[in-house]
Each structure stands twice: as structure tokens, then as C-alpha cells.
């Protein structure tokens, strides 16, 4: 089991900035992916950005050039800057998991935490 728990989320004027933390504890695997996902009312859950264990990173169009994923490794811990925030940045934000497990994969999300950009 891999248990995630994020943090930073809040309300942000358009064009502010936020950070988003998360940070796993448990059977975590040195190869792994972790990421940020979001959800906005009445959408289908979505990727933003994905880091592997060694800074390979993948973000979705609408994010890229303001948004930023990084992670530090021996605190088993991702964080995703965004900056020049805009209200359809609104969601709830989800941390996620995904490495090695018997022959397959395991995968696990946080609770996500709210992110409102708002005037």
C-alpha cells in the first residue's frame, strides 16, 4: 500500500500562483511515476503533469508554459508549481501513483485538495 496526502490547494485570484505538494509514505518502489490529475465539476477526471523517478516529465496542453512538476526523490515527494493561474484551473487536484508490482502495476490516488482561481 502507498498512501498519498496533498497539500497547498485554496483560492487564488486569476493570474496568482500555487504550489501543491504531495508526499508518499508506504511500499514505495524506487521506480515509480507520480502525478497530478484534476477534476473539475461535471468533467471527467484529467492528467496535468507527470514526473517519473528519473525527471522524465509529460504535461497536458492546457498547463504547459505555467504549470511545472518536480520531485524529490528522497522524500518520496511531488510538487506541481502553477503559475498565471485562470478560473478553468478550478478542480480538485489529485495525487497519483504508479509503480512495479508482482508483474504488473499498482496505482493510488490522494483524497486531492481544492484548487478555486476566483476574483
Known amino acids: 500500500q502507498v498512501q498519498l496526502v496533498e497539500s497547498g490547494g485554496g483560492l487564488v485570484q486569476p493570474g496568482g500562483s500555487l504550489r501543491l505538494s504531495c508526499a508518499a509514505s508506504g511500499s514505495i518502489v524506487s521506480l515509480n511515476t507520480m502525478g497530478w490529475y484534476r477534476q473539475a465539476p461535471g468533467k471527467q477526471r484529467e492528467l496535468v503533469a507527470s514526473i517519473t523517478n528519473g525527471g522524465t516529465t509529460n504535461y497536458a496542453d492546457s498547463v504547459k508554459g505555467r504549470f511545472t512538476i518536480s520531485r524529490d526523490n528522497a522524500r518520496n515527494t511531488v510538487y506541481l508549481q502553477m503559475n498565471r493561474l485562470k478560473p478553468e484551473d478550478t478542480a480538485v487536484y489529485y495525487c497519483?501513483?504508479?509503480?512495479?508490482?508482482?508483474?504488473?502495476?499498482?496505482?493510488?490516488w490522494g483524497k486531492g485538495t481544492l484548487v478555486t482561481v476566483s476574483s
Open positions: 497519483h501513483y504508479r509503480g512495479p508490482y508482482g508483474s504488473g502495476y499498482a496505482s493510488y
